[in-house]
């Protein structure tokens, strides 16, 4: 299992950071257009933005096989996930969104296990289960807990397109592809099969779109194009199960940049579920270092 390494936190922390700033863009660009048209212009943003970088490191468009082959991968799943979770604004609230969609943190080491075969320390789980509660503390409202609706139905889905999403990235970095043009690849693939889906399903209307620009621009730039990139080279030096418990902080840094930027009070309930959330990422930390020492016990060091 790849170890983690202080660069790949601070790394998934800022991903993290991005992701949670730029969820309320994600929302609000859904009151001006559809999911499809959401997801294809934002990929598409993500792409363009890569572009100069992509050419820099080829020297023209010379990917190898094996980067091809992963962008394609890869932009599926990608386009997959994004889609489920666009689509997922139309019936359930962000709050509840966000809480589902960090059930990836919970399914990257059940799939790990299942399929891959690879042992999870106990500690681990403690924290991935922490990690879920104060999740549910963060974004649920437990006096105002609904019934299950299509949008939460949605959400989970998405949960698995991005835990499938996390594990290949981290088969791929194995192979020694570059970072960049793997996001390249993955954005270029979603951005094709989205803005397909578009034009298809929707009826995209270029004064709505227009409206939806800041959202847009933000929620492709900096969400995609940065932090889905900073993602791939993040869990360069991380563990891919600790790598999902990361970057699922993005919902406690969406409650703290409402409360900084939009001088959004933070409830008691939600000042716990960040402390218990970073509290899991500190339990996560202690339990790959000991599994590593237990591993390795001449050196004393992890391995």
Same mark, same amino acid.
């Given at each position: 299992?790849?170890?983690?390494?202080?660069?790949?936190?601070?790394?998934?922390?800022?991903?993290?950071?991005?992701? !949670?700033?730029?969820?309320? *863009?994600? #929302?609000? !660009?859904?009151?001006?257009? @559809? /999911?499809?048209?959401?997801?294809?212009?934002?990929?598409?943003?993500?792409?363009?933005?890569?572009?100069?970088?992509?050419?820099?490191?080829?020297?023209?468009? @010379?990917?190898?096989?094996?980067?091809?082959?992963?962008?394609?991968?890869?932009?599926?799943?990608?386009?997959?996930?994004?889609?489920?979770?666009?689509?997922?604004?139309?019936?359930?609230?962000?709050?509840?969104?966000?809480?589902?969609?960090?059930?990836?943190?919970?399914?990257?080491?059940?799939?790990?296990?299942?399929?891959?075969?690879?042992?999870? /320390?106990?500690?681990?789980?403690?924290?991935?289960?922490?990690?879920? /509660?104060?999740?549910?503390?963060?974004?649920?409202?437990? !006096?105002?807990?609904? /019934?299950?609706?299509? !949008?939460?139905?949605?959400?989970?889905?998405?949960?698995?397109?991005?835990?499938?999403?996390?594990?290949?990235?981290?088969?791929?970095?194995?192979? @020694?592809?570059?970072?960049?043009?793997?996001?390249?690849?993955?954005?270029?693939?979603?951005?094709?099969?989205?803005? &397909?889906?578009?034009?298809?399903?929707?009826?995209?209307?270029?004064?709505?779109?227009?409206?939806? &620009?800041? #959202?847009?621009?933000?929620?492709?730039?900096?969400?995609?194009?940065?932090?889905?990139?900073?993602?791939?080279? $993040?869990?360069?030096?991380?563990?891919?199960?600790?790598?999902?418990?990361?970057?699922?902080?993005?919902?406690?840094?969406?409650?703290?940049?409402?409360?900084?930027?939009?001088?959004?009070?933070?409830?008691?309930?939600?000042? &716990? $579920?960040?402390?218990?959330?970073?509290?899991?990422?500190?339990?996560?930390?202690?339990?790959?270092?000991?599994? *590593?020492?237990?591993?390795?016990?001449?050196?004393?060091?992890?391995?």
């Amino acid at each position: 299992m790849r170890k983690t390494r202080p660069l790949g936190i601070i790394i998934l922390l800022i991903t993290a950071i991005i992701w !949670g700033s730029s969820f309320v *863009a994600q #929302s609000i !660009g859904m009151e001006s257009i @559809d /999911a499809f048209t959401f997801t294809g212009i934002r990929t598409t943003l993500g792409m363009l933005f890569l572009l100069p970088f992509t050419l820099l490191i080829n020297k023209g468009f @010379d990917f190898s096989r094996k980067t091809l082959r992963a962008g394609l991968i890869l932009g599926v799943v990608f386009s997959l996930a994004q889609n489920f979770q666009q689509f997922a604004f139309y019936y359930s609230t962000s709050g509840k969104i966000a809480f589902i969609t960090a059930f990836y943190m919970f399914f990257v080491p059940l799939f790990s296990v299942i399929f891959m075969k690879k042992k999870i /320390a106990i500690l681990t789980w403690v924290s991935i289960m922490m990690g879920l /509660a104060g999740l549910f503390f963060l974004c649920i409202d437990p !006096g105002d807990i609904t /019934a299950i609706n299509f !949008g939460d139905i949605l959400a989970l889905v998405c949960a698995v397109f991005y835990a499938v999403q996390i594990m290949l990235i981290d088969k791929y970095l194995g192979e @020694d592809i570059n970072g960049i043009q793997m996001s390249f690849m993955q954005f270029f693939v979603a951005a094709i099969i989205s803005i &397909a889906a578009m034009f298809i399903f929707e009826k995209p209307d270029l004064a709505n779109i227009k409206t939806a &620009a800041p #959202s847009l621009l933000y929620s492709g730039i900096m969400s995609c194009g940065i932090a889905y990139t900073l993602q791939i080279v $993040g869990q360069k030096y991380t563990s891919p199960v600790i790598a999902s418990l990361l970057m699922c902080l993005e919902s406690v840094f969406a409650v703290i940049s409402a409360a900084l930027l939009l001088h959004e009070g933070m409830l008691p309930r939600e000042i &716990a $579920g960040c402390i218990i959330m970073f509290s899991a990422i500190i339990i996560s930390q202690l339990s790959e270092t000991f599994l *590593a020492k237990k591993t390795n016990p001449a050196s004393g060091k992890p391995s």
